[in-house]
Nanobody, 121 residues
Framework: QVQLVESGGGLVQAGGSLRLSCAASGRTFSSFAMGWFRQTPGKEREFVATINWSGVEYYADSVKGRFTISRDNAKNSVYLQMNSLKPEDTAVYYC???????????????WGQGTQVTVSS
């Protein structure tokens, strides 16, 4: 089992920045690929970014160049630095853990409870 807890969400103006954190406990964190997804009401959960155990990163086109995913295996944590935020980035952001990097949520077996990010215009 892996437990994931997100933090760092909040309200920010367009153009601003936020840093989300996800703390993991349970099984060996460093062996998992980690992902960030987001969801708005009435829409499917969508892929944001993922990182494998050695730090290789992949991003959705909508956030490429603005968001950065990173991990600290010593702290059992993964982060999402979000810069140049736009109102359309408003969503609940979820951290997820799985066996390999993927943009498909079905590939991730463990999920956090989510943290709200609201970007005002």
């Amino acid at each position: 089992q892996v437990q994931l807890v997100e933090s760092g969400g909040g309200l920010v103006q367009a153009g601003g920045s936020l840093r989300l954190s996800c703390a993991a406990s349970g099984r060996t964190f460093s062996s998992f690929a980690m992902g960030w997804f987001r969801q708005t009401p009435g829409k499917e959960r969508e892929f944001v970014a993922t990182i494998n155990w050695s730090g290789v990163e992949y991003y959705a086109d909508s956030v490429k160049g603005r968001f950065t995913i990173s991990r600290d295996n010593a702290k059992n944590s993964v982060y999402l630095q979000m810069n140049s935020l736009k109102p359309e980035d408003t969503a609940v952001y979820y951290c997820a853990a799985g066996p390999s990097t993927s943009s498909r949520q079905i590939e991730y077996g463990y999920w956090g409870q989510g943290t709200q990010v609201t970007v005002s215009s």
